[in-house]
């Protein structure tokens, strides 16, 4: 049985939000799944922490639920109140723990389809909504399983994108850390965490690859390159190529790697 109370998606709150069931707000009693398209704060262990944008939380019954985001600035999310007694969802083992699925629009798009499926049979005993909540648990549950999803992953991907596309910028931790507002050991920690590799070493890479498809598909000169691929100094750059490839570039271009 799945009774969805009510349920929205995509819906922009123009002036913010403040949801908090201690304060008379319904649905304190049921299950609450909220997937924040806007910065939030929820509430966990008594106290209002920061999460990013595509965070989701399940927030169980009998539990304060309670939320918030920028007042005066749009805030946009998804939510479902619901009463259930099947066991794959009472056995999810991240309530009341946000955290950021791996692939949000699919998310989105499910809960969109629980949202029809709400709007057009109502029943608890609805087949459909039964098989479209086991699609959602159970990507959810996959994504937690296979560590895919961890604080801040939407943001960290968005850095190494542009990692991969511009690795020539002038790349720091400290304005990377910035953009997702935490230290630069908390950014450290996550970037390495999800990509198995700290993200200086990530522009390290990403430079000496575009060196390598200069080198071969340019006649541009080594400094040039070196300039084109973010070094200011031609020899930090040769010795930096050397070490990571094993060769110079000249002989890299030559061939002899």
Same mark, same amino acid.
């Given at each position: 049985?799945?009774?969805?109370?009510?349920?929205?998606?995509?819906? $922009?709150?123009?002036? !913010?939000?403040?949801?908090? $069931?201690? $304060? !008379?707000?319904? !649905?304190?009693?049921?299950?609450?799944? @909220?997937? =924040?398209?806007?910065? @939030?704060?929820?509430?966990?262990?008594?106290m209002m922490r920061d999460f990013p944008a595509e965070s989701l939380v399940i927030f169980a019954p009998d539990t304060r639920k309670c939320y918030m985001s920028d007042m005066g600035k749009p805030y946009k999310n998804d939510w479902i109140h619901f009463n259930t007694d099947e066991e794959f969802i009472l056995k999810f083992p991240m309530n009341n723990i946000p955290f950021t699925p791996s692939d949000?629009?699919?998310?989105?798009?499910?809960?969109?389809?629980?949202?029809?499926? =709400?709007n057009d049979d109502s029943s608890p005993n609805n087949t459909h909504m039964r098989d479209l909540f086991h699609l959602l648990i159970g990507k959810l549950s996959k994504d937690?399983? !296979?560590?895919?999803s961890t604080p801040y992953r939407q943001e960290l991907l968005k850095i190494r994108r542009e990692i991969m596309l511009h690795p020539e910028r002038h790349w720091s931790v400290p304005d990377m850390a910035d953009k997702l507002n935490i230290s630069t050991a908390h950014f450290h920690f996550l970037y390495k965490n999800a990509f198995g590799e700290s993200c200086m070493d990530d522009v390290i890479h990403n430079r000496i690859k575009? =060196?390598?498809?200069?080198?071969?598909?340019? $006649?541009?000169?080594?400094?040039?390159? =070196?300039?084109?691929c973010g070094y200011r100094n031609t020899e930090h750059f040769c010795r930096q190529f050397k070490k990571i490839t094993g060769s110079t570039p000249r002989k890299y271009r030559m061939g002899q790697n």
């Open positions: 049985m799945i009774d969805i109370l009510y349920s929205g998606y995509s819906y $922009t709150h123009e002036q !913010g939000i403040l949801y908090d $069931t201690d $304060t !008379g707000s319904m !649905g304190n009693d049921c299950f609450l799944l @909220v997937f =924040a398209h806007s910065p @939030v704060q929820f509430l966990i262990d008594g949000p629009d699919y998310i989105h798009n499910i809960i969109e389809l629980i949202n029809w499926e =709400a937690i399983s !296979g560590s895919e575009l =060196a390598k498809d200069k080198l071969m598909f340019s $006649t541009d000169a080594i400094s040039d390159i =070196a300039e084109q």
